[in-house]
């Protein structure tokens, strides 16, 4: 069996309708993959261990006018030891006054190149975490490739790497956030993300963001640990308006879906 579910934006607009066909694009490109790959090994007449699956689920990140990011789930088995489950990421925004998909050299400041300043970023992080990769210096830079594949979150950008890409497959996925605040020396404040980092007060000139308002969901957690039962209504009620906020967001978007028996 195999589903593949697309986000849609329903908003008539040039932005959208570009958005649209990328991630049509991007979920029939690993969904026919897997598909032609089942049907060639059916006309093989090799008899399968077990039934092979694929599902692909978005999770929205960012949703705004001219800023759509997330990421792509994809599990799957086809055979083998183990079912295997991958993460892509995608970020469109307005590049040169045109929609565009987002690198992470896009981001940056003029002269900085992507893989230096992702490495320079990411693997102290990924040591950190005990990345087997890193920690036995199999590796100590991170590829242009591999510097693309973050998420621009709400609160800074999220690079998430797969597992196998930084150790062996029981490690998992690595995940490292970095905050907007730790990066103002590297993004470009008249790049694509400027106006957006703009509007929620990220500075990209080296202010850095006061202690204790990290994002809505810290200020949450920070009410919660703060004043007892009166301070748990108050998170409680806090994250209902986030969630109406967020369902009004999602109500710009629907989601299509692809199947294969």
Known sequence: AATAKIPRMELDTAF???VNRALQRDAHSAFDEFVGNAEAFAKSQRKPVARWEFEM??????????????????FDYSGGAHPNT????FNYGILGAKPSALTFQNLLRPGLKASKVASDLLIP???????????DRTRSSITTDEANCFVVTQSGLRWIFSPYMMGAYAEGAYVIDVPFHKLADVLDPEGPLGRHLGEEGQSLQNHPRPQGQDDRRGRVRGAERGVGARGRRHARAGRVRHAARAARERGARRLACLRAA
């Open 16 to 18: 959208n309708t570009f």
């Open 57 to 74: 689920t978005p999770q929205m990140r960012r949703l705004e006018p001219n800023l759509v990011c997330g990421v792509w789930t994809i």
């Open 86 to 89: 991958t993460y892509r990421t």
């Open 125 to 135: 992080l990924l040591r950190e975490k005990g990345a087997s990769s890193v920690v």
